[in-house]
């Protein structure tokens, strides 16, 4: 026999529908397959899409054509982008050096795909040349616009600097590579630098002589990840140059 309490309450809760139908509304939402529930807003899996889309939209827009495939195939490099959707702050900075048309590039962009694809809570992200962003960042005639770039380098979520130690050294470059890096350093931002100078050799140049001995001191830090890209110039389908 079923529990009289059960029944009261169904009673009651049939009562509820007659008056909700009078009025022309349903007390009971129709029953969900799963094909509705991916047109459901309040599910984790829906969020979950709609993250990484929004994440992988705002990649496509700062990838250049070249690099729209851009895969992370290094095992390594995987790692440090799962470490960084998991905790942005732990991640530190991917390092990725070698000779030209290694695959640096690629596997830095690759390294971002994924990221959005995992579907983060924010996704900012700005992708620069080097030698672009010290371009950007000489004193122009537009009042304070240098200053500005710098900060907008510094503080966004996501930092990519290809080609790092391309630039003739100066003072200048010296300073403005430690004021971009202290502040990432300071804050804890995921940085992604590629090279084709070697982190360090003593028998030629390396990065710290670029970017000097307190940048290097900060990158040593901050690097969780340094990938030596190996091989042969791919631009060249892998024949040596
Ligand atoms: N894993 C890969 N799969 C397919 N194509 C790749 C891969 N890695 C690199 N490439 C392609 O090889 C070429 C050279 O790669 P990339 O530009 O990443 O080299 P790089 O190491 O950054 O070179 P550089 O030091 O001159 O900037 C590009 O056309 C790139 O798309
Ligand atoms: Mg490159």
């Given at each position: 026999?079923?529990?009289?309490?059960?029944?009261?309450?169904?009673?009651?809760?049939?009562?509820?529908?007659?008056?909700?139908?009078?009025?022309?509304?349903?007390?009971?939402?129709?029953?969900?397959?799963?094909?509705?529930?991916?047109?459901?807003?309040?599910?984790?899996?829906?969020?979950?899409?709609?993250?990484?889309?929004?994440?992988?939209?705002?990649?496509?827009?700062?990838?250049?054509?070249?690099?729209?495939?851009?895969?992370?195939?290094?095992?390594?490099?995987?790692?440090?982008?799962?470490?960084?959707?998991?905790?942005?702050?732990?991640?530190?900075?991917?390092?990725?050096?070698?000779?030209?048309?290694?695959?640096?590039?690629?596997?830095?962009?690759?390294?971002?795909?994924?990221?959005?694809?995992?579907?983060?809570?924010?996704?900012?992200?700005?992708?620069?040349?080097?030698?672009?962003?010290?371009?950007?960042?000489?004193?122009?005639?537009?009042?304070g616009a240098a200053e500005r770039e710098l900060r907008r380098l510094s503080?966004?979520?996501?930092?990519l600097l290809d080609d790092l130690g391309t630039a003739k050294v100066s003072?200048?470059?010296?300073?403005?590579?430690?004021?971009?890096?202290?502040?990432?350093?300071?804050?804890?931002?995921?940085?992604?630098?590629?090279?084709?100078?070697?982190?360090?050799?003593?028998?030629?140049?390396?990065?710290?002589?670029?970017?000097?001995?307190?940048?290097?001191?900060?990158?040593?830090?901050?690097?969780?990840?340094?990938?030596?890209?190996?091989?042969?110039?791919?631009?060249?389908?892998?024949?040596?140059?």
């Open positions: 026999m079923a529990h009289p309490e059960r029944v009261a309450s169904a009673a009651s809760l049939r009562a509820m529908e007659r008056i909700l139908a009078a009025r022309g509304l349903q007390a009971v939402p129709e029953a969900r397959d799963d094909d509705s529930r991916e047109a459901n807003p309040g599910d984790r899996q829906w969020h979950h899409r709609a993250r990484a889309e929004y994440a992988l939209n705002r990649w496509d827009a700062a990838t250049p054509p070249r690099y729209r495939d851009a895969e992370a195939t290094l095992p390594e490099v995987a790692a440090w982008a799962d470490r960084a959707l998991a905790d942005n702050a732990a991640a530190g900075a991917l390092l990725l050096t070698g000779q030209t048309g290694t695959g640096k590039t690629h596997e830095a962009y690759g390294a971002l795909r994924r990221i959005a694809a995992g579907g983060p809570d924010r996704f900012e992200v700005i992708a620069m040349n080097s030698a672009d962003m010290y371009g950007r960042l000489r004193p122009s005639q537009v009042m503080e966004v979520q996501f930092l003072e200048w470059t010296e300073e403005v590579t430690y004021r971009l890096f202290n502040y990432r350093y300071n804050f804890c931002l995921p940085t992604i630098i590629t090279s084709n100078l070697p982190a360090r050799d003593e028998h030629g140049p390396d990065l710290t002589d670029f970017v000097g001995a307190r940048v290097a001191s900060r990158l040593a830090e901050m690097v969780t990840s340094l990938v030596p890209m190996i091989g042969t110039d791919r631009r060249r389908g892998g024949r040596a140059a």
